[in-house]
Nanobody, 115 residues
Framework: QVQLVESGGGLVQTGGSLRLSCAAS????????MGWYRQAPGKQREMVAT???????NYRDSVKGRFTISRDSAKNTVFLQMNSLKPEDTGVYYC?????????WGQGTQVTVSS
């Protein structure tokens, strides 16, 4: 199974930007869907953005126009560019890989947006 390692989280002020990275241990082109999810304290984990192997992207409404998911297949890495961050974007962000045979999660990276 693929191993996923996230990086790029941190503390940022409202309106700031962060770029998250998810490095995969195998070719991401062979993974059906890769995505970013987040979980705020006391809340359920929610989908933020996904990118399918064919390139189709999907975003939750609250991040549309602010976040962009992308990938570098040569580096087996998926990115999440987050702009115009808001305090409600605070949470642990997890990378996810979905294939026909498994669902894999990374360890998560903390994003904190101060008001």
């Amino acid at each position: 199974q693929v191993q996923l390692v996230e990086s790029g989280g941190g503390l940022v002020q409202t309106g700031g930007s962060l770029r998250l990275s998810c490095a995969a241990s195998e070719r991401i082109s062979s993974i059906s869907v890769m995505g970013w999810y987040r979980q705020a304290p006391g809340k359920q984990r929610e989908m933020v953005a996904t990118i399918a192997s064919g390139g189709t992207t999907n975003y939750r409404d609250s991040v549309k126009g602010r976040f962009t998911i992308s990938r570098d297949s040569a580096k087996n890495t998926v990115f999440l560019q987050m702009n115009s961050l808001k305090p409600e974007d605070t949470g642990v962000y997890y990378c996810n890989a979905f294939s026909s045979s498994y669902i894999k999660w990374g360890q998560g990276t903390q994003v904190t947006v101060s008001s």
